[in-house]
């Protein structure tokens, strides 16, 4: 069934995953389009963003945002365009930046909405490398990581949305780049399209062993996205002084308990001590929202100079985006992961 | 027996310990008094420093100073009395803070030495309040901590001289200061002399939950200095954007294996991504030599104000050093551990 101007159809939590997320923790709903009131627009979605932090809101364990409640539509960020207008600032026709989550039609008021203009050339970047995860890569490896020509950069989920942009930024600052991917064909990616100096496949055996081969320096800057082996490999490698911005831990973003020991927290202590190694974990919007203007100009001239490279991976149809966000959550997919819920033109 | 005018007195590291220090891993020899050739002089030390780093420095694993070898002088800050001069820039009389280690006299270039005047008034605060472990308080609470008024800071170690100036300046800030130390009588001191809000024993069967009840709004800063038991009790507390500098982890330093699991590394990095924290190891004089200047003009003026109260547990005799150490690290101490190698009149 594919997007009608008739009906909204709307993704629902229907119940908390336990562990990995399956089909059956997403309920299908159909409801009538609803009517912007006074002051209200009314949004089409045409693109619809899939991230990792989506596993953390169907939880209800404590963390930076609430839980999306059981029966509520599933949140993410759309790009849509504006069908009706009840607001003095808005035009049908119009594309804006928005949060409507998993359905085809929202109301909105206007707030928080960033407008894309009535052409715009490449909307769902807006989704990516212009966007959140951009902005996530920007600020995070320019901030905490503090990147400085000649030093050894570390990658985790390097062709992902924020990964691709870390490792490109920090070619462009000068550093040397080291990717971790899941698979040769995405090493390969990174490598030969992305430009990072090298870049290790995390599926290896011998993975720890190539990834010190490949720092023969030791690791400056670990940007980390991934968690568990992949840190468990950073860890010794790390040089006194090293920052780790602290991004994300998708791979263990299904446990559902703590892993056997011994219990290495305090090695993790040790060594941040002992290496006066600089750990912070941040949340985009509420750490930076004040530098998205710094963002998107620079960002913005990178992307048009060809020196940022961006790869989507679009799926199409609403229907899919359950099983689309479970294959994320597995590293699956292959570049940022939109999904296409109705055609540009239409 | 005492300090002579004929013979030097040295303390050499016996044997590397495994687990808790002995006295056997110390020995005590006994050599002429160096001379000091052209563009040298000869020091003689008064006090001497005891720190929870020279556990550290005692072992050969990896760290952020080279171990102190088999057979050398276990290393130390001292202050100490110019007894001869061949240095156009130094006086005998003069004293100086510098690092003669576990020993009567040494011989110096006047490389690394800060000149204390004829006739200090304190001349063993330059070891405490006003040298290093003031410095380490002040930097990390500071530049790391970055405490603003109204926030909960709590400061493990409350009593030793790095907490007690973190929660003395944390108070002059307008933070609501909370204390970790083991017994009454420590906390006690923490609260009616050093005006902490309050002070937790972490002897206590229910630690934990009186560091709850101590903290009503969660904790913004913690100050660590210990590890273990303690850090365990204040993770779950850690506020968003809570700022946690790494200057000590004394309970662990005598530890031979990691502790049973489950693993806890990755639920501190989870809490360290959700919570936005940061979290900072650092060395003071390696990050922050170029801010002692600050340092010694700020803090110089609290003491003289009478805003910093400064505690010192006075220990006579270097044969005594090995002794005091132990119990250094085994949290006997009360106040910051100095050594009197001689009188101050000799």
Same mark, same amino acid.
């Given at each position: 069934?594919?997007?009608?101007?008739?009906?909204?159809?709307?993704?629902?939590?229907?119940?908390?995953?336990?562990?990995?997320? @399956? @089909? $059956?923790?997403?309920? %299908?709903?159909?409801?009538?389009? /609803?009517? &912007?009131?006074?002051?209200? %627009?009314? #949004?089409?979605?045409?693109?619809?963003?899939?991230? /990792?932090?989506?596993?953390?809101r169907m939880s209800d364990a404590p963390s930076y945002s609430p839980p999306v409640e059981i029966g509520?539509?599933?949140? *993410?960020?759309?790009?849509?365009?504006?069908?009706?207008?009840?607001?003095? !600032?808005?035009? &049908?026709?119009?594309?804006? %930046?928005?949060?409507s989550g998993w359905q085809d039609y929202d109301v909105s008021d206007g707030s928080g909405l960033v407008k894309l203009g009535t $052409? &715009?050339?490449?909307?769902?970047?807006? #989704?990516?490398?212009?966007g959140m995860p951009g902005f996530t890569a920007y600020m995070g490896l320019l901030d905490i990581g503090q990147p400085k020509s000649g030093e050894t950069l570390v990658v985790a989920a390097a062709t992902g949305p924020v990964g691709a942009t870390v490792g490109q930024i920090g070619k462009l600052k000068g550093c040397r780049v080291v990717g971790v991917a899941g698979g040769a064909e995405?090493?390969?990616?990174?490598?030969?399209? #992305? *430009?990072?100096?090298?870049?290790? $496949?995390?599926?290896a055996g011998d993975f720890a +062993?190539?990834?010190?081969?490949?720092?023969?320096?030791?690791? !400056?800057?670990?940007? +980390?996205?991934?968690?568990?082996?992949?840190?468990?490999?950073?860890? &010794?490698? #790390?040089?006194t002084a090293a920052r780790v911005p602290v991004c994300g831990l998708v791979s263990g973003y299904n446990a559902t308990d703590l892993p056997p020991g011994p219990d290495r927290l305090g090695l993790l202590m040790g060594t941040i001590l002992k290496k006066r190694i600089r750990?912070?974990?941040?949340?985009?919007?509420? $750490?930076?929202?004040?530098?998205?203007?710094?963002?998107?100009? +620079?960002? *913005?001239?990178?992307?048009?100079? *060809?020196?940022?490279?961006?790869?989507?991976?679009?799926?199409?149809?609403?229907?899919?985006? /359950?099983?689309?966000?479970i294959g994320l959550l597995e590293g699956k997919n292959f570049g940022k992961v939109v999904i296409r819920v109705a055609n540009n033109n239409l």
């Open positions: 069934m594919s997007q009608s101007s008739t009906q909204n159809r709307q993704w629902l939590l229907a119940s908390r995953p336990h562990g990995a997320p @399956t @089909t $059956d923790n997403f309920r %299908l709903e159909t409801t009538s389009i /609803p009517e &912007p009131a006074d002051g209200q %627009l009314l #949004l089409r979605t045409i693109w619809l963003s899939l991230d /990792p932090y989506m596993r953390g509520a539509v599933m949140v *993410g960020g759309t790009v849509s365009r504006v069908e009706k207008s009840n607001h003095p !600032d808005y035009q &049908p026709g119009e594309w804006v %930046l928005g949060y $052409d &715009p050339e490449h909307p769902s970047w807006s #989704l990516g490398v212009l995405k090493c390969r990616h990174a490598v030969e399209v #992305l *430009g990072f100096d090298q870049c290790v $496949d995390h599926h +062993e190539q990834l010190k081969q490949a720092c023969p320096q030791g690791i !400056d800057i670990y940007y +980390e996205n991934v968690g568990g082996k992949v840190f468990d490999a950073v860890l &010794p490698l #790390l040089n750990m912070q974990g941040f949340i985009i919007n509420q $750490d930076y929202g004040y530098r998205i203007a710094e963002f998107q100009q +620079e960002m *913005g001239r990178w992307v048009q100079e *060809g020196k940022i490279h961006y790869r989507e991976q679009v799926t199409d149809e609403l229907e899919n985006a /359950p099983q689309a966000l």
